[in-house]
Structure formats: structure tokens, C-alpha cells
């Protein structure tokens, strides 16, 4: 990373903004789109998790229509953040509903249960 950074630097400095770099620059909201899709699918596909998928095409196309329509890159990280977090909610909710808790007195007794957890007699 660091070799990258003094070459984009010794890049800007020594010519000005090359071609490449300056594109990269101009479309940074898309480049931005298309790294979080990167990432999003190799954790998704290393975790199993289809959810992540779904995640890192959301960013991407929230990115390039914040982009296309000239919304600032905060609120367009903003509103993507809320829309994970609801959906988050949304499924902490289901899993809730369909694994409720049978009371604190049944955690007590799967814990004491377990073999880790048991008393030697001494």
C-alpha cells in the first residue's frame, strides 16, 4: 500500500495527473462500486453467505447512480448503510421469531449440561 501511495504521488508530482490516474480519479465512485462488489463476492463465496452477493450489487449500483446523478459520496454511503442496517434488523428479527428463547432458566440448564461445564467430584 505504501509503495502504491509514493507512486501515485511521485506520478501526480513529477507530470501532473497521467490519463489513467485521472480517469481512475474522475470515476472514483464506480471504482469504489466495483471494489466493494470484488470484496463482497470473495466473501461471500469464501463464507458461503449468498446474502453478500446481494450486498456488493446493491453498493454498486447505489455508487453509479449516486455517481450518475451527482450525489455526494457521503450520502450515498449513508443511505447504503441504512439499507444494510435494515435488512440486518430485518433478518435479526426473523431469526428471533423462528429460535425464540425458552426462558433464562432453560440457558442455565443446556450450559450445566454441557461436559465442559461439569463438576468433578473430589
Same mark, same amino acid.
Given at each position: ?9 511521485? !506520478? ?9 490516474? $485521472? ?23 469464501? +463464507?458461503?453467505?449468498?446474502?453478500? #452477493?446481494? #450486498? ?12 450518475? +446523478?451527482?450525489?455526494?459520496?457521503? #450520502? !450515498? ?5 441504512? !439499507? ?9 428479527? $426473523? ?26 467430584? !473430589?
Amino acid at each position: 500500500m505504501t509503495g502504491l501511495g509514493f507512486f501515485f504521488t511521485f !506520478t501526480v508530482s513529477q507530470v501532473g495527473l497521467s490519463p489513467w490516474l $485521472d480517469s481512475i480519479f474522475e470515476n472514483g465512485l464506480i471504482v469504489v462500486g466495483m471494489g466493494s462488489l470484488a470484496v463482497c463476492i470473495l466473501s461471500g463465496y469464501s +463464507m458461503g453467505l449468498k446474502r453478500l #452477493y446481494a #450486498y456488493g450489487l446493491l453498493a454498486l449500483v447505489a455508487l453509479v447512480i449516486g455517481y450518475f +446523478m451527482g450525489i455526494f459520496f457521503a #450520502y !450515498t454511503l449513508i443511505a447504503l448503510g441504512l !439499507t444494510v442496517m435494515v435488512m440486518c434488523f430485518v433478518l435479526l428479527i $426473523d431469526f428471533v421469531r423462528k429460535c425464540p428463547l425458552q426462558g433464562e432458566k432453560a440457558i442455565v440448564e443446556q450450559r450445566h449440561r454441557h461436559p465442559r461445564h461439569r463438576r468433578i467430584n !473430589t
